[in-house]
């Protein structure tokens, strides 16, 4: 008989203690491959978000990161006409986010606005109707959230209210504009009711005009890889302005949820310490229990190499069907754990914690098929070192 049947045939004697092994292998298996796609996982997604519309660097007003703060940078026009002048650049537009409100029926309902520059836009996806142009001073954009709260659909007018007097209930500027389209916005968290008009519009509502001010200006180099020493060049160019490549942005974004990748570790760590103190642990047992089969084994010419690999192969064996089912449990347990942590207020919908990728699961089950059959060494070793005689005298007797 292979060392493969004799290893399932070892494994059947006790089907329930294989049973609850691989249970609790499983387990294991499926907190290993969670915290194998968190670690790795927030700053895929977040990298991904940042690239959703191809725009590698972002130029924020001084000592901020986009959209942390309300700060705005100044003189926006001008700013993105230089920047579109240079051959390096493909595309530039600047966004302007602020808060204002939206006339629903006899009440009032905070919306967050976007002012953005049509042909230079990274912030949304169209999903219905028409998209604006750069001269359309009359049309807004709305969220699913928006278009629920104010009840309107494409082509309905709606009312926008900004810098509201708290003792009038009445806003400084109020704008009728006509729905164009729906959109779902790359950076709005679930529920989020959001709008957009032309910059110039979104100015004139949160300014009354005057000022030429945007939140942010989003950047297209023409090239990728040229991304990074373009970003280098416009900091030397625009010192008084902040200017961060996307992997400047994950490494700030790595900084802030650097606990939860230190989780991750601590408890990959303990399930794989688990899964093997429980393979070695079993195998110990049945091997105790197996001492006078192995001296019989050994006394008929059965070689040491053969024993040792026979256990080898039980803790393998225990670690493959563990880790295929732990696979499927820990992609159900990260599917729900992510649509915990993605809940929480002001992450982006598009964001995820856990992310199935090809080389997680790759990875995971490596560890933990190599880290199960290691676990059967020490097993091995008491296998193999069994004394024969001694052996079988102690069981006649």
Request: charged share 15%.
């Amino acid at each position: 008989m292979s060392g493969l049947g004799l290893s399932m045939k070892s494994l059947r004697r006790h089907r329930l203690r294989t049973v609850l092994a691989i249970i609790g292998i499983a387990i294991s298996a499926a907190m290993l491959l969670d915290m194998v796609m968190l670690s790795g996982g927030i700053e895929k997604t977040f990298a991904e978000l940042l690239m959703a519309k191809g725009y590698q660097i972002r130029l924020s007003p001084k000592g901020t990161l986009p959209f942390d703060t309300e700060a705005t940078l100044s003189a926006a026009a001008r700013t993105v006409e230089t920047l579109r002048g240079d051959q390096t650049i493909e595309a530039a537009g600047a966004v302007l986010g602020t808060s204002l409100y939206g006339q629903a029926e006899d009440s009032l309902v905070t919306l967050f606005g976007y002012g953005i520059q049509p042909e230079a836009q990274g912030l949304y996806w169209l999903q219905q109707g028409s998209d604006l142009s750069p001269g359309d001073t009359t049309g807004v954009l709305l969220s699913a959230a928006a278009a629920s709260l104010l009840e309107s659909i494409i082509g309905d007018t709606v009312t926008l209210v900004s810098r509201l007097d708290p003792q009038v209930v009445a806003g400084a500027v109020s704008r009728e504009m006509v729905v164009r389209g729906l959109v779902r916005w790359v950076y709005d968290y679930r529920g989020q009711p959001s709008v957009g008009t032309v910059l110039p519009v979104m100015q004139a509502i949160a300014y009354g005009g005057r000022e030429d001010r945007a939140s942010l200006i989003l950047v297209k180099a023409r090239d990728d890889h040229a991304a990074a020493g373009v970003a280098a060049r416009l900091r030397q160019e625009f010192p008084r302005l902040e200017v961060y490549s996307v992997a400047d942005l994950v490494l700030f974004f790595k900084q802030r949820l650097v606990y939860f990748r230190q989780l991750s570790y601590i408890l990959g760590s303990i399930s794989l310490i688990v899964s093997v103190l429980l393979i070695a642990t079993l195998l110990t047992i049945t091997v105790n229990e197996r001492l006078g089969e192995i001296a019989t084994l050994r006394a008929i010419g059965i070689g040491r190499s053969t024993i040792v690999r026979q256990i080898l192969i039980e803790g393998a064996v225990l670690t493959g069907i563990g880790a295929a089912l732990g696979m499927v449990l820990g992609l159900g347990t990260a599917r729900y754990l992510d649509s915990i942590l993605t809940s929480f207020p002001g992450l982006p919908a598009a964001f995820s914690f856990f992310v199935p990728r090809r080389e997680s699961l790759a990875t995971a089950g490596l560890v933990l098929l190599l880290s199960g059959s290691l676990a059967g060494l020490y097993p091995a070793w008491l296998a193999a070192r069994a004394p024969i005689a001694a052996t079988l005298r102690s069981e006649a007797t």
